[in-house]
Structure formats: structure tokens, C-alpha cells
């Protein structure tokens, strides 16, 4: 039936290298789904990382962070590049740091899902990897990244902190996306020797127990999660985890899809709101050259419509155009093909428009 028009404000940072490439064509698709659904996205360019950094001397202008603020959701491309190099006083990956913390964002989505017509780009078995759908949400904010850190002689400390509303937080979001899913959560710890993951595991235990009776709940340790994350894939569901075996195990599991262009994330914090961006990095080794796979920025899009937006229905749709352009032979040059960023692009809209 004809869907309640939608009103949104979407800020765009492409950043640096591919970001403004692949971010284009997200755009595109975001335009066609409001022309087909009756929807109105008011979409509001901003300079973030390097392309801020030459602009204004601030990877993260004031400007951009108010653009994002008065947006209901952030699409967001790539930074950094050789031209930032480690050596430069202002970094661009600052940019993007402050932005997180900036708009309170603390759970970090990452989907993975495997489309059988690439399962040959992936290093895992095509039968390892069938009917993987999980989803790894990792905590942002805290832990041993944030702590305090110090050398004391032939010493160095770092200190891994966690309070129990940090943990309840990220907990609860995973368990709300459990139960719109395949109701399976998995905490990922090293409770049998850090004091924080277990209280971790009380927190999880406790919350899952109290506020989701619905999610069943099981607690992994970090380095047999790591095993079966590419031995048995598919028995996952939705993972939830800290914030540095987060940074770990997502890596890991973006490696089952094959290639690393393809995958979208979600940084989400107490309300609709949150920031989309592709996996990947700003690439400089291809940018510039039309050979960016944009499907995992697009992904991001449909991540955006889902949780930002409401719009499930539409999210589905994308995420249906996508597979319907890859199964239809639009292959970027990382998925084996010769396909530009703009045909795979033009692939994706031309297969919503037929979808709707
Ligand atoms: P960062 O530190 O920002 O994560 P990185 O150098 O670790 O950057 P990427 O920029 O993601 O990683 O690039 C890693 C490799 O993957 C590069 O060879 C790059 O060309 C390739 N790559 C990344 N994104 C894409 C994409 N969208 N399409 C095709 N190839 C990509
Ligand atoms: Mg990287």
C-alpha cells in the first residue's frame, strides 16, 4: 500500500578518497527510493577528515557537527589518506572520533550477510559460509581504548574500565535487534580472567534475563568465539561484545562476505539516531579511478532507512536491489567484475525502480 510519507534531514560526509565516490551513489539510491515511496529527504552536504582539514584546518569543523546534529542520520563515506600522514598535527581519523563521541554514539552495528553468487570471493568454504546472516555489535566507547595510559619506567599501563550503565546500554541494543531477528544473542568475554568481563557477563546476564525473557542468551570467550566465527558462521545471530574484541572479531567477520567493499555499519546511540558508513577505508590505492565497489555504502544506506527512519520496508528493498544487481552481473573489480562505481550504482536504482 502507499506508505505515510517520511520528512528527513540526512547530512552527507563523503571525506576523503573513495568516500566521495561510493557516497555519491548511496545518494542515488537514498534519492530513488524517496522519488518511488512519496518521501521527502532533505540531504545536507558536510566537509569531514582531510577535505575538512584542507578547508578549515579542523578534521571535524564545528559547522559539520552542527549538520549533523539538526540531521536525523548521518551518511558518512571514508577518511585519511597519505596526504594526512601520521606525522601531520591534525589527523583525519580525529574527525571521525570526535563525531562519535560527539553524538553520543556507543554501539557500533556490523552485518554480515552472504550472497551464494559471491561465495567464491570469500576465503571460507561456499558450504562454511551458506546462510550467514549475523550481526556483531560492538560497545564504542569504553573500555581499555579510552583508559588511562601511562609508561612508568620499564613499564606501560593500560587500563580497561567499564561501569554497569555502559554495559546495560549496549546490551539492551543488541537485545532489541535479537528479538526482531532469530532471537539468539551471543556475549563475547574473557570472563574466566578479566575482572570487566564479568561484570559483563553479570550485566548481560542480568538484563537479557529482566528486560528480554524473549532472547536466549548464551556467553562466549573471546578466543573460542574467534574459532567459530569461521569454522560455524552461521550458527551465529547477533553478537554483542566490548570494545576492543569488538575491533577484533569485526574485522574477522568481515572476511566471511569476501570482499571488504561490500559491508555496511551502524553507529547508534539511545535514540533513532546514528551514523552509516561503509567498512572500508578511503582507499587511496584506487581512488579517483571509478573502481570502488559502493555496495557497502549503499548497505549502509538501507541501514539508515531501517533504524534511523523507520523504514523497514524500504531498507529490505535496497538491501533486495543490491543482490538483485550483483546477481545480475554488475561486479566490481573486487568482486572479480569490470563493473564502474557508477554502473553498479545505476544497477541498484534501475532494480529498485523494478522492485517498487
Ligand atoms: P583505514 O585505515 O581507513 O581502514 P585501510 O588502508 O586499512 O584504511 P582500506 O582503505 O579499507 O583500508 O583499504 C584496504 C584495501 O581494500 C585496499 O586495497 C583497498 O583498495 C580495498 N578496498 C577498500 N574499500 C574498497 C571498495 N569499496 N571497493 C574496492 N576495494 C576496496
Ligand atoms: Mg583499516
Known sequence: GAPAPVKARIAVLAGDGIGPEVTEQAVRVLEAVAAA???????????VGGA????????????????CRRSDAVLFGAIG???????????????????????GLFANLRPVTVNPRLAGASPLKAEVIA???????RELT?????????????????????????????????????????????????ANVLETSRLWRDVATRVVKEEFPEVVLDHHLVDSCAMQLVRRPADFDVVVTEN?????????????AGSIGLLPSASLGEGTFGLYEPIHGSAPDIAGRGLADPYGTIASAAMLLRHSLGLEREAALVEQAVARAVDGGALTADLGGSTSTEAAG??????????V
Open 37 to 47: 515511496r512519496g518521501h521527502v529527504f532533505t540531504l545536507e552536504d558536510a566537509l
Open 131 to 137: 546462510g550467514v546472516d549475523l550481526l556483531v555489535v
Open 244 to 256: 576492543m574484541f569488538g575491533d577484533i572479531l569485526t574485522d574477522e567477520a568481515s572476511v566471511i
Open 81 to 103: 589518506g597519505p596526504k594526512w600522514g601520521p606525522s601531520a598535527k591534525v589527523r583525519p581519523e580525529q574527525g571521525l572520533l570526535a563525531l562519535r563521541k560527539g553524538l
Open 142 to 190: 569504553g573500555g581499555i581504548y579510552f583508559g588511562e595510559k601511562r609508561r612508568e619506567g620499564a613499564s606501560a599501563f593500560d587500563a580497561c574500565t567499564y561501569t554497569e550503565d555502559e554495559v546495560a546500554r549496549v546490551v539492551r541494543v543488541a537485545a532489541r535487534l535479537a528479538r526482531g531477528r532469530r532471537r539468539k544473542l551471543t556475549s563475547v568475554d574473557k
Open 346 to 355: 545505476t544497477a541498484v536504482v534501475q532494480a529498485l525502480e523494478s522492485l
Open 52 to 67: 575538512a582539514i584542507d578547508a578549515t584546518g579542523s578534521a571535524l569543523p564545528e559547522e559539520t557537527l552542527a549538520a
